[in-house]
């Protein structure tokens, strides 16, 4: 034996599993914060097209969108400085908050829906 190895063509082969490296896991922190009071000028795109602030004021999403069948799951950032995980639906918020849940992204500004109140 010289040490060769022979490879026999035609038979069954299996390749080995390959062993992907995992992507790293970074885990974030942030602030938002804001010197002064609030104006119409500074809420920039996402203000409304009449310049009025929205009934429950402004929500920042503080993760990413979860788009299910009929809802949205948001992580928000409310006005009053709460973080709060809330779902919005058509026929809850209304078909305008829902399509602008669908379509935001991370770190964008939303009007914070206000939840039904029944008495």
Known sequence: HTGRHWVILGGPHRAPPL???????ELLSFLIARRGAATKSSEGAEASSEGALPQGGW????????????????????????????????????RPLYRQARASRWGDLLPAPVDDVTP
């Open 19 to 25: 062993k992907l490296p995992s992507p790293p896991r």
């Open 59 to 94: 929500a920042r999403v503080t993760a990413p969108v979860r788009p299910r069948p009929r809802r949205v799951h948001l992580s928000l950032c409310c006005p009053d400085g709460a973080l709060r995980r809330t779902v919005v639906t058509a026929a809850r918020h209304g």
